[in-house]
């Protein structure tokens, strides 16, 4: 079998693997450094720590490295021992066998996405990484944007850079530590040899390389919210609003919920934020609104939203608790004009809703 | 200080961090000292004392500026001297902490000013600053922390610098530092613990200074996009339809009163209006354009909000109007204003009856219009 045609673990069974083996380690944690090119820095950054770690006493050692070095990465890793990698004719792999034989404390691995040539131990790289992690070897190690799976196509639209080794987004998502190293694309660029701009974008590759840039910083920033997630339910606590727009559609019949979500899509967009759609089903709903419901939810699913029906019959309450358990930072309602018997008894639902919606925005929309 | 229009604005470059201790300083000054050696022109023209000490050996390396020493009090204190800088004239000058405020006695208020100054003459600057000191972040910072920062910078100062840098580091490397004694010294390094230190409030921020960088990054590529014929294709879908959106080009009105909830209502409207592109304009509406006949705390407030709003480069107004509401909601179609953006009502009947319901008088009347009720989020706040 030809290493291409292996089945890739899907993402969702690949970080419950990984989270599993969490707790089997001993301690070993995964640190990775996250560069939108090369050039912006992020071996001497892993590296420079795997000095500082080194001088304070930690067992450090250097498992694998970029074939191209700087000075003075070649300078930090003159201090550090390394476990060279097996060579064949058709690539190198990481001394796996070898290094855990040593065991460490910490293990240098760079780059992180590689392919192992055939009849290696795993046939990835950071397959290598999770049996270090599994054997309490921790492991710091960089990645460009370029070889996450799930950036390779926008990458590629960008710089027309291709590649045929990746790790997928989740081994990122259940990494221990991610850090961005972040440099201006002129500084990046004069690191590849080319001639010094000003400050800001002045050409045209920088303009490229800007956009691969907020890419990456977004990226670090999704990786650290799942990582604040998972603290908070780990102890406890509230959950944490507003580190990122979050904003809900509440739908109803009689909503101009097309308006909504258009609105929605575009505040999702400017926000970089997450759009989330909710309809209440209230008993003795009818066949017509039914159907209407539909198409807004088939709407807001186009414009990108995640949806949901809700049963309840309290719909203000039920919408009030939905968005404090997506961390909702803004609902949007539609202005009520059906004057039933329990409006004139409770008041304006839209008010209730406001004053039960502490700490959260309501944007209320004209019919 | 004289500015001529013949001297060319210098440039800004801000080191973003998320707090004390992640190296902000150390990467300024990493990068200045390459810079220097490839022949730049730079000096040092303000650097926080309490710094680490390889960060300290990095500063000594560059050609400082001398302090001005500034009684107050009997004490004597170091700032920046602007005019120094000014009579060295540099092609780049380190100008550490930009949300500082300056020692009572100096030329100007906030340290942001005096970069302003060195902007103005032609130097271009770089400074250091964490996400937690941009004004309409004020908020959000205090319902996630339970913190409420007093030392602010305007957005615009922010949005005037050609770039921005993402200093990252990850809180678990910070709290090492700072238990370190790497960033404060040991009596302040409890009091860290139990403030932004604490719990959630590191990953909460580096989340906020990711994001806001990305931001940042995001306009500046759209500022040059509008000046070169350069296509490409964005992230942001919507920027596909720029030239449809224009049309409907959104318009944020800022209901203003007395109540120091305007406070929140103004940044929140000030970050949406932003994000938006939208245009923003603040509206007080009293008995007569006059606010001479408001009880004199009121007007106080009033003045201190309408002079905030200003200060975030919002247009305000003052007109007349018996009905408040009614007035807001005609001022509204009349601009054809897109979003109201108005305070919480008041949850306990008697404060709801004092403030005679704007709020919901706005939301009932203003059924053709966009009304956004703004969380109090200081409310929210937890320890």
Known sequence: MRLTELPRPSPERLLRQVQAEESKRWGARLKIFLGYAPGVGKSYRMLDEARRRHQRGEDVIVGAVQGQQS????ALLSNLEVI????????????????LNRTPQVCVIDPLAAKNPPQSRNPYRWQDVQDLLRNGVSVLTSVNLLHVEEYKEKVRAITGKDTAETIPKSFLLAADDIVIVDVPPDLCLWRQGEKLTSTGISNYQERKLSELRELALLLTAEVVDAQLESYVQAHGIE???????RFLICMTPHSDALAMIESGKRNKERFQGELHAVYVCEPGQSRKDAVKIRRYLEAAEKAGATTEVLESDNPISAIVDFAKDKRITQIFIGHSIHDSWRERFFGDPVLRLIRAAEGIDVRVFPH | MPESSAIPRGSLKVYLGYAAGVGKTFQMLADAHAAAERGEDVVLAYFEPHARPDTIAQAQALEAVPYKKIEYRGKLFDEMDTDAVLRRNPKIALVDELAHTNIPGSARAKRWEDVQVLLGAGVEVWTTMNVQH??????????????????????????????????DVTPDALLNRLKRGAIYKPEMVQKALAGFFKGSNLGALRELALRQAAHEVDLRQSAYDETSAFQLPRISESRADEAAETNSKEHILIHITADPSTAMLIRRGRRVADYLQASCTALFVHDTEQLSNLPADQRLAVE???????????????????DIAKAVVEFARQNKVTQIFVARPQTSLGERLRRKNYTENIVRLAQDLQVTVVADRSRRATT
């Open chain 1, 84 to 99: 060279p990698t097996i060579q064949t004719p058709e690539g190198e792999a990481v001394n796996t066998e070898a290094i």
């Open chain 1, 239 to 245: 959950p944490v609003f507003g580190t990122h727009e």
């Open chain 2, 134 to 167: 941009i004004e309409s972040l004020n908020d959000q910072i205090w319902q996630i922390t339970g913190i409420q920062v007093r030392e602010t910078v305007p957005d615009w100062v922010i949005r005037q610098a050609a770039e921005i840098i993402a200093v």
């Open chain 1, 71 to 74: 000075e003075e990465v070649q």
């Open chain 2, 304 to 322: 201190k909000h309408l002079r905030f709003a200003r200060s975030l480069q919002i247009e305000t107004r003052v007109i007349a109007g018996k």
